[in-house]
């Protein structure tokens, strides 16, 4: 992008958005038979084996057309901390409140007032990780960013041995994180998650869990129906954990155009970031708010989500198998989200490279994620000479199984034309 006005800086893209404008430019668009989305980061949002009927109509309360409250409607904060307390907290004393929770836009929107919200500390991230985090983590000029490189070698983790070596090394006051992982797929849970939780209340370190694809775990024990990961299990006090917990209706309930999202943590975060929220965006979609009361009941949430583990996982391993015989090398099978996040370096040149694999894959109308965008890189500190995955790219199976189907024979056929 040239920059043509000097009060202006130039404001990149986020990697879905980027590709989507490029293959937006070559004739894609959402009701085009011929074009596969596997660049897609949203669930597909029809009907699917097993789940609630879908909303398909919103009568709206003409009060509801004023302003809701910059931290959400009272209804909805106290049906999101109910949510919590029943689904992770039964039998805990310690029991989140309407103060608990604040609704914001989005889950962008929601880190957008938490970051805005933070002191002059050291910011952990991964990478990879979420591309959307980068730009935010740029944007406020308050704290300090420091990455913390995940290794293929060792499945994309790291333990809560070395990241409380990570913190006091590096004098982290917090870490992000999106968990189930975008884009490995990889997850922290059990004791694992347990321990991590541990080491950020000793440490005084505040963690913000990005839960958005929480309800997408595949790995299943036999006589589990289905399993939801969430810090929330691990807390012992509420409103004293350094723990954040950010989630929504976009990925878990697949409403993504809805963009409601909520904030979890405790009472004086929430004071913090509802401020925040008041000269940042003034508060979230109010019509829409009292109709996701309804949603957040556990029985609707189960089975929404006992269907989407069952659906997913069946386009995760019919992608994976296709994958493989493509040559294409998965790392670490994803245990969660619905992404795969996919080395091309077995894979003939100049297709062994992230951008190339997705230039040359428009021309075969199908869209990928290069690699590189996951290299979260705030403020560009690191050249592009030093950036990492330029031979990784992702691609999801969030669209609907057909498209997945479309897309990956055109992968196929447009690999075997550089083979």
Known sequence: MKKTNPSFRIVPKTGVIYVMQKASELGFSFDNPEWANLGQGAPEIGDIDESP???TSIKINPLNQEYAPVAGAKALREKVAEFYNLMHRKDKESQYTYENVCIAGGGRQALTRIAASLDNINMGHFIP???????????????????????????????????????????LGAVLLSNPCNPTGQIIQGKEL???IKVARKHDCTIIFDEFYSHYIYNLKEDEKYKIISAADYIDDVDSDPIIIVDGLTKNWRYPGWRISWIVAPKNVIEAVSSAASFLDGGANNPFQNQTVELLNPEHAIQETIAIQKHFRKKRDYMFSRLEKMGIVIESKPEGTFYFWANLSKLPSPINNGIKFFEEGLKEKFITVPGIFFDVNPGKRRGFQNAHYQNYCRI???PELNKLEIGLNSMERMINKFK
Do not use: H, Q, V
């Open 53 to 55: 009927e879908r909303i």
């Open 129 to 171: 990780d979420y591309t959307a985090y980068e730009e935010l983590l740029s944007i406020f000029r308050g704290f300090n960013t420091i990455p913390l490189l995940l290794e293929a070698e060792k499945n994309y983790r790291i333990t809560a041995k070395e990241l409380k070596s990570k913190i006091m090394g590096l004098g």
């Open 194 to 196: 347990s321990d991590w």
């Open 396 to 398: 999801s199976f969030g």
